[in-house]
């Protein structure tokens, strides 16, 4: 009654009958079930349904055990992001090769908007276009789901007005899926080192992703990455 469903027909879907339900009807037995959002994925996709992706970015929190992994990545940078990729922690190794993130306050502490707006960023990425333009268009791909969202639409707005390069590209609607490549980087102490980067996301509901560049052999740059943390210095 609560979710406006018959009692056969519900009784036929909780049977597994070839009764296909609609998305608006899954949403309505969900909230109906007071089912949590683990719970609600799971329901639709038993139901060979794509569960409605917009929503509102909501303030993700990093938990103990998630940092405790974080530090513990002590030769691989690392940091972790929320839905609107704001990074949220970092270990020491991230602030040895892009900056002390505790210094940056608000949108400044956004990847989109490092990448688009911090000189500093352009000249540490060896290929900064074809990586910004990378960027850029997963970020797209990740974060459809909450267009509209305010603070989504804020950056977006801010973005356009801040980088031409932003204001040129983003209207071509490029997207993309990487979840790992390699990254050059020119680090104004170190010099040459190259990092190959993996995106995790963290499977919680909340769209946080652990973000780790593991250090190769070329252009020595495990040791200089040790010299670097030994040292206690950033670039």
């Avoid at 919680?204 to 943390?229: F, W």
Wanted: proline letters at 6%; glycine letters at 8%.
């Amino acid at each position: 009654m609560i979710a406006g469903v018959g009692t056969t027909w519900y009784t036929w879907l909780e049977q597994g009958r070839d009764v296909r339900p609609s998305t608006e009807v899954l949403t309505a037995l969900c909230q109906a079930l007071r089912l949590d959002p683990a719970e609600k994925r799971h329901l639709f996709t038993l139901a060979g349904r794509q569960q409605p992706e917009r929503r509102r970015i909501v303030p993700a929190k990093v938990e103990g055990p998630l940092l405790h992994m974080l530090n513990s990545l002590h030769l691989q940078p690392a940091y972790v992001v929320g839905p609107r990729w704001d990074v949220l922690a970092w270990n020491a190794g991230a602030v040895a090769i892009f900056g002390d993130y505790g210094l940056l306050e608000g949108d400044a502490r956004n990847i989109v908007h490092g990448m688009f707006t911090d000189p500093r960023r352009r000249q540490l990425l060896v290929d900064w276009e074809r990586l910004a333009r990378a960027t850029l268009a997963a970020f797209r791909a990740e974060n459809a789901k909450y267009v509209g969202d305010p603070d989504f639409e804020r950056l977006i707005s801010l973005m356009t007005h801040s980088s031409p390069e932003f204001r040129a590209w983003w209207p071509q609607r490029d997207v993309t899926h990487r979840l790992s490549g390699l990254k050059h980087i020119r680090h104004p102490i170190a010099g040459a080192m190259v990092f190959e980067h993996m995106s995790l996301s963290i499977d919680d509901g909340s769209d946080m992703k652990l973000i780790v560049y593991t250090p190769l052999a070329d252009q020595d740059t495990i040791a200089k990455l040790r010299t670097l943390l030994d040292e206690g210095r950033s670039g």
